[in-house]
């Protein structure tokens, strides 16, 4: 009795021993032919045993950290130029390591959002060439959907199987930028189908579910920027604005990245026309956005086009143009405010911002719909003119206009001329459409 006695605390003791020391863990984020984010810090981070050691050595890069009193640990690379060459990264602690081998170095965007930006690529117009290419581009996906955080998930070199089943438009800006960049390109999906805003954030009162399981899971990885695309489940959302505005803040807050860009895909049929102002007006009063219009493309009236491509080079674009500084047009036509937009006698008269080539419409016929309204706020049709570079509108029935409105009830035809190489120079994109907007005078 007296032995077994003996063993069972020689037992007890080894495990109280054993469990005082934690695994030495990497998040899952990481991982065999990730792409590491160029130009800026690089936190890497995992869990340890409370006070370990642990070392990260990658690309003659050798830093240490400390793990705290939970077991959290992370450490910090240094900024580094972008790299093709497959290198590895070596985590150790103790006896303990940790190896991921194909890593590379280059621009890495977090592509989010709802149903429309999770279809795949499989699901959109003229995909299969494109499909059938994807193994030759220096493309990383990285993919999570409905609520599935990273530790379900690997990276994936882009090939025929994995592009396919990747969001269309997150692939297409990601070839884009890969043709136009020349380095590795890391693309993670955070989607979810059919959820509303209030899913992706704690403030606000929403429950932040998926943003808790896909994106915080995943922060402080460094990233470029986020492309977002959602918006159809608050599509009459009068509080749209001010939780997206609220939204972003809290991303970057978390990440601790105050100037986190952020390019926001605008819903494209009249049914969402409250949300498509509130992306509008987020991409006009919070810094570091810009806004990708889509109402323009086939299929805007559906809940999901399958006219993809040009929201992907869209996307792209705005990401060039905005973000990486290229000297290129990447915004259709912006209305001024007054004063720079005016009345003088009864006519509206809207000067605009991202004139590119001059402005257009799509098809030769005046721009519309445009209404204006009085004080009263009822609006009526009213006959609109481009005339240098202006939009000038006018109705018998207002006087003395207060409101003008420009693509509410219907689709715009309203462009800049542009020509923009895309694809590396496969194709081009010759216009950038206008947000429906909305300009109420003094």
């Not at 109280?16 to 130009?39: D, H, K, W, Y």
């Not at 940790?98 to 709802?114: A, H, K, P, R």
């Not at 959302?237 to 986190?260: C, H, P, V």
């Not at 609006?379 to 420009?406: C, D, F």
Request: proline share 5%.
């Amino acid at each position: 009795m007296r032995r077994a006695g003996l063993l069972a605390a020689l037992s007890l003791s080894i495990l109280l021993s054993t469990s005082a020391f934690a695994a030495l863990t990497v998040s899952p984020i990481f991982g065999t032919n990730m792409v590491l984010q160029e130009g800026t810090t690089v936190p890497v981070f995992g869990t340890a045993t409370p006070g370990a050691t642990v070392t990260v050595q990658f690309a003659s890069q050798n830093v240490s950290a400390v793990a705290n009193s939970s077991g959290k640990w992370q450490a910090n690379l240094a900024s580094m130029s972008a790299s093709t060459s497959p290198s590895s990264m070596v985590v150790s602690s103790g006896t303990s390591s940790i190896t991921f081998t194909g890593v590379q170095v280059g621009e890495v965007w977090l592509c989010s959002g709802q149903s429309n930006m999770g279809k795949p690529l499989s699901y959109a117009d003229g995909s299969a060439p494109y499909i059938a290419d994807a193994g030759n581009h220096n493309i990383r996906l990285f993919q999570m959907t409905a609520g599935n955080g990273p530790g379900t998930t690997t990276w994936q070199l882009s090939s025929s199987t994995t592009a396919a089943n990747f969001s269309a438009v997150g692939y297409w800006m990601g070839l884009d930028l890969s043709e136009d960049r020349n380095v590795p390109i890391g693309l993670i999906q955070a989607t979810h189908d059919g959820t509303a805003i209030s899913h992706w954030e704690l403030t606000d009162g929403g429950t932040g579910d998926d943003y808790t399981n896909m994106v915080k899971a995943i922060q402080p990885f460094a990233v470029r920027g986020v492309l977002w695309y959602q918006g159809e489940s608050n599509g009459g959302d009068s509080s749209y604005q001010t939780e997206l505005t609220d939204m972003i803040n809290e991303w970057r807050g978390d990440w601790g990245l105050s100037g986190l860009p952020f390019g926001i895909v605008q819903l494209p049929a009249t049914k969402w026309n409250t949300a498509e102002i509130a992306q509008f007006n987020v991409s006009q009063t919070v810094a570091n956005t810009y806004l990708v219009v889509t109402s323009d493309l086939p299929g805007s009236s559906q809940l999901h086009p399958t006219a993809k491509y040009l929201v992907g080079m869209r996307s792209s674009i705005g990401a060039r143009g905005s973000v990486y500084g290229e000297a290129i047009e990447y915004s259709g036509p912006v209305r001024q405010l007054p004063p720079g937009s005016y009345v003088a006698g009864s006519t509206a008269i809207i000067n605009f911002n991202h004139l590119g080539n001059g402005l257009i419409t799509g098809n030769g016929s005046a721009p519309g719909p445009v209404t204006l309204a009085a004080a009263s706020g009822n609006y009526a049709t009213a006959t609109a003119l481009l005339v240098n570079n202006t939009m000038q509108a006018s109705t018998s029935r207002v006087s003395t206009p207060k409101h003008l409105r420009y693509g509410f009830g219907g689709t715009g035809n309203f462009f800049n001329a542009v020509n923009i190489p895309t694809e590396g120079g496969k194709s081009n994109v010759t216009v950038l459409p206008a947000s429906l907007f909305q300009v109420d005078f003094p």
